[in-house]
């Protein structure tokens, strides 16, 4: 069983920053990929990031700049930093892992985290 736990979101202004985490939690072989998404409402649910087990990051244009995943293997935790936040951030937060239990990579979802930018 694989789970992912999310912490970090919340309410913030403008310009301000908030940090993400999500702590992949169970008992598996391997992680490959990180990632996080978001759904904004009314919307469909994009990219924000990706990370994988080597380093290499990917970037949803509306974030590059401003946000920087990372991940932590030996704690199997992928982080997101967020800085300068718009009001256009506001949305639902989504990890995302692909792990194996045993030797068959299966991708997970958090429950998701709300991110909220408003004055």
């Known amino acids: 069983q694989v789970q992912l736990v999310e912490s970090g979101g919340g309410l913030v202004q403008p310009g301000g920053s908030l940090r993400l985490s999500c702590a992949v939690l169970?008992?598996?072989?391997?992680?490959?990929?990180l990632g996080w998404y978001r759904r904004a409402p009314g919307k469909q649910r994009e990219l924000v990031a990706t990370i994988l087990s080597g380093g290499s990051t990917k970037y949803g244009d509306s974030v590059k700049g401003r946000f920087t995943i990372s991940r932590d293997n030996a704690k199997n935790t992928v982080y997101l930093q967020m800085n300068s936040l718009k009001p256009e951030d506001t949305a639902v937060y989504y990890c995302?892992?692909?792990?194996?239990?045993?030797?068959?990579?299966?991708?997970?979802w958090g429950q998701g985290t709300q991110v909220t930018v408003s004055s």
């Open positions: 995302n892992a692909w792990a194996a239990p045993s030797f068959i990579p299966y991708e997970y």
């Open positions: 169970g008992t598996f072989s391997s992680i490959g990929i």
